[in-house]
């Protein structure tokens, strides 16, 4: 019997470690409750930000957010088209970065002014590509929509260009696009036409006065003024080419264009009208001038002298008349003269 209660005793302490062991310790630890204490807060600090706060989709115009101290130095932003201040009329794209619902296109409007979304109005006249798109990344994040948007403004400048006028084979409207000389834009309308002259003018942005005048050889041999710089809003007018009345006494009198040289004699316009006639009296010849003041220069020519190379050839001029008597009249200068103008009329109305 005693045995048997030895044998209990030894059996008890052996289960009573593996008990505890299943327990995983528990039946070891303090019954007490342990105290936590949590870690100290810092009021100070700025809550973390989502990493892309822009591609979150607001639900007003102004979204809460968190407060975030001062603006982020260097905002990204990007110019694309565009050569110079936006202005009324130009077409406008505002494109944002991850946040395709605050892009826009949109024209500018005469008040110089655009519409972006969840922004509301925003002038933009004046402003290249380059500042409205740092302007508009501002107001973003001044208005805590976006806090670090990157924005780029391309533009299609209607505002820029040159209006061309006269004879020109596509007169129109061209667009300024960068720096442009006058054969630039001559060539974007097509070319000057056949009865283009040698006079240019260009007038002025917003006004049809005080043009500059400028010469012009159609053939291109001597373009002086082919390099000259093109200004946005001015107008450029090719004249048409200026004509030469020969009457009188020659062999084909009429009215002769100037439109291949701005170097025509009195002898190559005798040589157009094929010559005088042997009844003519050609050492009277009558030169009739535009003085500019509504007046006539008459000028007596001794045209047998300037065919024989005796006497320098004289430049001619548009709207020059060119008279040669016939030798019934070598004495009546008067009466040549009124037969010259009465000439002179019939063939500006019949060359018109």
Known sequence: MQLVWRSLAILVLCIAPALG?????????????????????????????????????????????????????????????????????????????????????????????????????????????????????????????????????????????????????????????????????????????????????????GSMKNPQTVLWDPTLRENDNAELTIKTGETILVSRCGVVYVGGNVTRPGAYPLCESNHTTLSEVIALAQGTKPSSYPQRTLLLRDSGSGTRLIQKVKLDNVLRGKQVDITIQPDDIVFVPPSALKAAGKSALTAAVGFATQAYFYAR
Do not use: C, W
């Open 21 to 205: 062991q299943d327990n995983g310790g528990l039946a070891t630890q303090n019954p007490a409750p342990v105290e936590i204490t949590p870690a100290p807060s810092n009021p100070s600090a700025t809550p973390l930000a989502p990493i892309f706060p822009q591609s979150s989709t607001p639900g007003a115009t102004t979204v809460s957010r968190p407060s975030r101290g001062a603006m982020p130095q260097g905002l990204s932003s990007a110019a694309g088209l565009g050569y110079g201040p936006i202005r009324s009329g130009d077409i406008v794209e505002v494109s944002i970065f991850d946040a395709p619902e605050y892009s826009v296109r949109m024209p500018v409007s005469s008040a110089g002014q655009i519409a972006i979304p969840y922004a509301g109005l925003f002038h933009i006249e004046g402003m290249t590509s380059v500042e409205a798109a740092q302007a508009i990344a501002k107001l973003f994040v001044d208005n805590q929509i976006l806090r670090d948007p990157n924005v780029t403004v391309t533009t299609e400048q209607f505002g820029y260009s040159v209006t061309i006028m006269g004879e020109v084979k596509s007169p129109g409207i061209y667009p300024l696009a960068g720096k442009k000389r006058l054969i630039d834009m001559l060539t974007e309308a097509g070319g000057v036409s056949d009865r283009a002259g040698h006079v240019i003018e260009i007038f002025p942005p």
